[in-house]
Nanobody, 120 residues
Framework: QVQLVESGGGLVQAGGSLELSCTASVGISRLKVMGWYRQAPGTDERQPVAVILGDGIIRYADSVKGRFTMSGDNAKNTMYLQMNNLKPEDTAVYYC?????????????WGQGTQVTVSS
């Protein structure tokens, strides 16, 4: 089963930028689904931020469209989330996520999570 290791995150002022990285233990081209989710303080659920399905189309949450960009580097087995013009409401723990198809069965994996804090 694929393992995901995140890096990046931290504290930034509103209007600033951060880049998150997520390195997979297998080639990312082999993953059925990849994406980024976040869990805001005081909430119980992780919400999708940017997700790419098997059709290759990246779907962004309305709240981040035009500000966040998801990309990948197959040679490095790494996907990225570039976050620009950050807002205080972007403060959350960010998780990378993947689904791997193995022997006709889907296996979900989450990264360890990384904190992003945006100060006003």
């Amino acid at each position: 089963q694929v393992q995901l290791v995140e890096s990046g995150g931290g504290l930034v002022q509103a209007g600033g930028s951060l880049e998150l990285s997520c390195t997979a233990s297998v080639g990312i081209s082999r993953l059925k689904v990849m994406g980024w989710y976040r869990q805001a303080p005081g909430t119980d659920e992780r919400q999708p931020v940017a997700v790419i399905l098997g059709d290759g189309i990246i779907r962004y949450a309305d709240s981040v469209k035009g500000r966040f960009t998801m990309s990948g580097d197959n040679a490095k087995n790494t996907m990225y989330l570039q976050m620009n013009n950050l807002k205080p409401e972007d403060t959350a723990v960010y998780y990378c996520y993947a689904v791997q198809l193995v022997d006709s069965r889907d296996y979900e994996t989450w990264g360890q999570g990384t904190q992003v804090t945006v100060s006003s």
